[in-house]
């Protein structure tokens, strides 16, 4: 109990307060930064997944699924012969 009467009672605040104090005071600037945050953490790895790929639409795909699957019945079609 002595701790809670040193924590209430030191202007400063350990690490725990200063979070509580940043997370829930609502000042803009907090808010802006939590929100620039979240921001990096999802937009990082979303951009190192679509940098170095052309994203395909669903016509490239189902053309390209079209070639593929002609070529396995056009060869094996001449193997059963």
């Known amino acids: 109990m002595s701790g809670d009467a040193k924590k209430s009672g030191n202007g400063g605040g ?13 000042e803009k600037k ?11 953490i999802f937009g990082v790895p979303w951009y190192l997944m679509t940098s170095g790929s052309k994203q395909q639409s669903h016509q490239d795909y189902m053309e390209k699924a079209d070639k593929a699957r002609s070529e396995r019945l056009s060869t094996g079609s001449s193997t059963t012969r």
């Open 30 to 40: 907090h808010v802006f930064v939590g929100i620039a945050i979240f921001g990096v």
């Open 14 to 26: 350990g690490f725990r307060a200063k979070l509580d104090h940043y997370l829930y005071s609502g």
